[in-house]
């Protein structure tokens, strides 16, 4: 099914699709050439409240077994791709990665490998797909990350051509600051990613970006507060709370 979010921000056609497995996600269509992104919804999976259904998380008080299936689910609709991630510690570092596995302690993950997916998780940050001509990269982008331009560094890592794909995230309707943040983005980002005290990662990710010579950035415009029929909110929903997975993987040699 084709999804064109009404937020005034949205870029590009997106489609929403049930895997066999059961597990809802969003792709770009069409799909950037090489690569495969999915931005998995709430939907699909075991978890009972207030982890229902398709939760990613082991550390959030969800049943270990529950987790477990909805992974199995998520691996079906990659086509059994086994993932590369990391330990998200909010911060700016970016790994580059050769094999599935546990990578370390960072934020984003950079590839030239087929064969694997770049997975974050998120109930509110910001993650971003890159597409390379060679390499792949996922980044989750919280204010720290965003703040140290994390997605334009992992941009700078791929080089050449870049497209960017910026996913469900909590914006600027539904996330409220202090008046110190604000200010700080303003200065760096320009006055035009806040209003008042409420502040937009995604225009801030989407400077970052351009600065870094990415011109091609597609926004899927959900905001996670407002949508809880799809998207996990640690800001709207928490403490307690699921986190959904995105994914990157590179598909050409």
Same mark, same amino acid.
């Given at each position: ?23 809802t996600y969003l792709t770009p269509d069409p799909e950037p050439e090489g690569a495969k992104i999915w931005f998995f ?73 087929? @064969?694997?997916?770049? *997975? ?6 910001? &993650?971003? =797909?890159?597409?390379?001509?060679? #390499?792949? /990269? ?34 600027e309707c539904c996330y409220e600051v202090s008046e110190e943040l604000a200010e700080k983005f303003a200065r760096e980002? @320009?006055?035009?990613? *806040? ?6 990662? &995604?225009? =801030?990710?989407?400077?970052?970006? #351009?600065? /870094? ?41």
């Open positions: 099914m084709t999804f064109r979010p009404s937020s005034a921000v949205a870029s590009g056609s997106w489609t929403l699709q049930t895997a066999q497995s059961g597990a919804t709430r939907i699909g999976g075991v978890s009972q409240p207030p982890f229902e259904s398709l939760n990613v998380s082991r550390s959030v008080g969800d049943d270990g077994l529950a987790v477990e299936e909805n992974l199995a689910r998520i691996r079906v609709a990659m086509e059994g791709r086994p993932s590369s991630w990391v330990k998200q510690v909010a911060g700016a570092e970016i790994l580059r990665v050769s094999e599935a596995g546990f990578a370390g302690k960072a934020d984003a993950l950079v590839t030239g490998e087929g @064969g694997i997916s770049l *997975v974050v998780a998120v109930a509110d940050c910001v &993650p971003v =797909a890159l597409v390379g001509k060679s #390499e792949v /990269a996922m980044v989750h982008s919280g204010w720290r990350g965003t703040a140290a331009r994390i997605s334009g560094k992992a941009a700078r890592m791929l080089g050449g051509v870049v497209k960017a794909y910026i996913g469900p995230c909590i914006r980002f @320009g006055p035009e990613v *806040v209003s008042g005290r409420m502040l937009s990662l &995604p225009a =801030a990710i989407r400077r970052d970006l #351009e600065e /870094a010579g990415v011109a091609d950035v597609q926004d899927l415009g959900l905001c996670t507060g407002c949508r809880p029929d799809l998207f996990f909110s640690h800001r709207k929903q928490g403490p307690v709370t699921g986190r959904n997975l995105a994914a990157v993987a590179k598909i050409s040699s």
